[in-house]
C-alpha cells in the first residue's frame, strides 16, 4: 500500500498531532508492506500569517522533530513540499474541475477565515485542492491523519473520482488512516480539540520537559467544568476533561502495568472516586517518559542541521521522479501534450 501524509511546519508538534497522526507514520513505516511518503507542507503553512525569516528553522526543526520521533530516511521518502513543483501544477489543473462550493463547504476554511480576518486569502480557501494533488500525484492508497482532516480526504477522493470520469482513470481514490485517537482535546477547553491556538497551556509539545508536562497537566482542567477554578453548578459539571485526560493515559501505556493502573483509574473515574492529585502526576510522568528517546536524538539532531538537509534533498529526488511522471500523465489525458 502507499501511504503518504504531510505536516505543516508552524509552531511545535503537541500530543495531538502526535496521537492522531505522527504515532501512526512510524507505526506504518515499520510495516514493510508500505511504502511510505512523508513530506513538510510547507506551501499550506504559508497560507496563515508568519514570518519569512523564522520559516526555514520551522521546516528543519519539524523535519528533526519527524526524524527523533522514528521516521527513517532508508524506509520512506521524507521530503519538503515546495522543493517539487509538480504539487502546485497538479493543484492548477485540480482547480479546474472543483467547485466553488464544495470548497465554501469546508470548515477548517471557515474556521481559520474567521479567526484570521485580515487574511483571508486565496491560498486558504485553496488548500484543500492543493491536499488532493500532494496526495495524488503520488498515486497514494491511504492517508493517516488526525479527524479534522477527513473532510480533505472526503475531497480528494471526489476530484480524483471527476478527474477520472471526465479524462479516464489515473487516480485511486484514497482512505483516511485514523488512529484509536483521532481527535485529543485541549487540557483547558476541553471542548475544543487540542491546537497551538489555543494557548501554551492548552496543549503538551512533545519537547516540553518533565517539569513543564507536570505543571500543564496539573493545571489542566479535569472534571470541574471551566477553567476559571470556580465550582461550577451541578448541571454545568462536566466530566470532558477528566476523559480527555484517562484518553491520554490510555494511549500512553504500554506496558502491564500501566494497562492495569489505566483500567483502576477509568474505574475510579466512572463511578466518582477518582484522586486527580494521585492520577495527574502519574499521567505527567507516563508522557514525559515517553519521549525521553525522542529529547535525546533530538538534542544530538540539532547538532547536525546538514544532515537534516540532506534528508530533505535526498527525499525530494526520489518524490520528483514519481512526481514528474505523474504530471506528465495527466498533461497527456487532459490534452495538454503538442
Ligand atoms: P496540523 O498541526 O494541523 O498540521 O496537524 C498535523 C496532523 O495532526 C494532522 O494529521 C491532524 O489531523 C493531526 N492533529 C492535529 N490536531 C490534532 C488533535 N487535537 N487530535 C488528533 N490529531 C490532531
Ligand atoms: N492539511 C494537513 C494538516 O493541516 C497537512 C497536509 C497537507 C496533508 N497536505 C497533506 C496531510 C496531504 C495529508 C496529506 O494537518
Redesign the pocket.
Known sequence: MRIL?G??P?GE??I??Y????KNWVKLQNDSKNECWFFV?DY?SITENYDPKEKPKEILNLTADLLSLGLNPEKSVIFQQSQIPGHADLTWIFNTITPLGELERMTQYKDKAASQKQNINVGLFDYPVLMAADILIYKSDAV??????VQHLELTREIARRFNDKFGKVFPEPKPLLTE?????SLTAPDK????SGGEKSYIAISDSPEVIKEKIKTAVSDAGGDNGKSPSPRLRTTKGGDNLLVIFNAFAETKEEKSDYSNYKRYHEDGTLKYAEFKPALAELIANHFADYRKKRAELSENPDYVKQVLADGAAKASAIASKTLLEVRTKIGLII
Not at 19 to 22: D, K, N, R
Not at 144 to 149: F, S, Y
Not at 193 to 196: A, E, I, L, V
Request: proline share 7%; net charge positive.
Open positions: 501524509s505536516i505543516q508552524s508538534l503537541h495531538g498531532n496521537l492522531g497522526a505522527l507542507a499550506h493517516p491523519v488526525g479527524e479534522d482532516q485517537t483521532p481527535r485529543i482535546m480539540k487540542m491546537s497551538k
